[in-house]
């Protein structure tokens, strides 16, 4: 591999995380490609990437064109609307899978999933040893997309699956994720846990993987699990908004309830910029 080609990047599905990841690369001197499915979004890729490319990632020919020469692949989807999970995901990865024999060049590919994929634990403390137990059927959607890829791990090609918490940062501060919830009633107690990770801390643990080459499955949320009514509690107290009422008397039908470790990473060497999703 050449050094050109080793400075060569893709990010497949640049939307609110791809487009903070692009920025980062191209700051660090990476030569960035960047996809989307919508043709009117090239010109703001334009700005971010050095090859702005519209493209499904389930069509071998197109996403095979794009990965010639490049070195490493953040695969991060996001499915432009409901139902369409298999598509967006799992397709891709099947996709991919099938291509990679003939792109030797590539030596990494980072995934970004979600915690949803353990299921509901009841509150307990897990981390990545815990067996998976979707119950929702995107979940079990994600979790299969995330097999594939491992899959195709092999000793020249690291496969790095992050396990994201809930997505807070510019522009989804949580009390806007959640404003319709101010003064409303909510079903269940509040005393379910949640996680999150900032979209600072996403790109940091992102570059960490691409320069260490970093392989296997890590989680990626913040310190300090919350319950929702605390969350929410802080939330609408910085904007002086009502808060919420809760009704045990209706089931909050939640299908992942967890405190998810991220100690792997920071065993691995990653310093997280937030313990706990800042509210101002």
């Not at 990047?9 to 692009?22: D, H, Q, S």
């Not at 397709?91 to 590539?106: F, H, K, N, Y």
């Not at 509690?233 to 405190?259: H, K, L, Y």
Request: aromatic share 8%.
């Amino acid at each position: 591999m050449d050094d050109q080609t080793s400075h060569a990047v893709t990010i497949l599905g640049c939307g609110y995380v791809g487009k903070a990841v692009a920025c980062q690369w191209r700051s660090a001197g990476l030569t960035v490609t960047a996809t989307t499915t919508t043709p009117d979004r090239l010109a703001e890729l334009a700005d971010l990437c050095d090859r702005p490319l519209c493209l499904r990632a389930n069509d071998p020919t197109a996403l095979k064109a794009a990965l010639v020469g490049q070195s490493v692949l953040l695969v991060s989807l996001a499915p432009r609307r409901s139902g369409i999970y298999r598509e967006t995901y799992l397709e891709s990865a099947q996709t991919l899978a099938a291509v990679l024999p003939t792109l030797p060049d590539l030596r990494q590919v980072i995934y970004t999933g979600s915690y949803s994929v353990y299921g509901d634990y009841g509150g307990k403390w897990i981390d990545e040893t815990a067996p998976t137990n979707p119950s929702a059927e995107n979940s079990q959607i994600l979790l299969e997309t995330e097999q594939y890829l491992q899959s195709v791990a092999r000793p020249d090609l690291a496969v790095c699956i992050f396990r994201l918490g809930g997505i807070c940062g510019p522009g989804r501060e949580i009390a806007d994720i959640f404003r319709s919830a101010s003064g409303g009633t909510r079903p269940g107690t509040g005393q379910d846990w949640s996680n999150w990770i900032h979209l600072d801390d996403i790109v940091g643990a992102i570059d960490f993987a691409r320069d260490r080459s970093l392989d296997g499955l890590y989680n990626l949320v913040h310190d300090r699990p919350m319950m929702q009514k605390e969350l929410l509690d802080q939330a609408f107290q910085v904007r002086g908004w009502a808060g919420v009422t809760w009704n045990p008397n209706e089931s909050a039908n939640r299908s992942f309830n967890a405190r998810v470790s991220n100690q792997k990473l920071r065993d691995a060497g990653y310093q997280f910029r937030y313990d706990s999703p800042p509210f101002n």
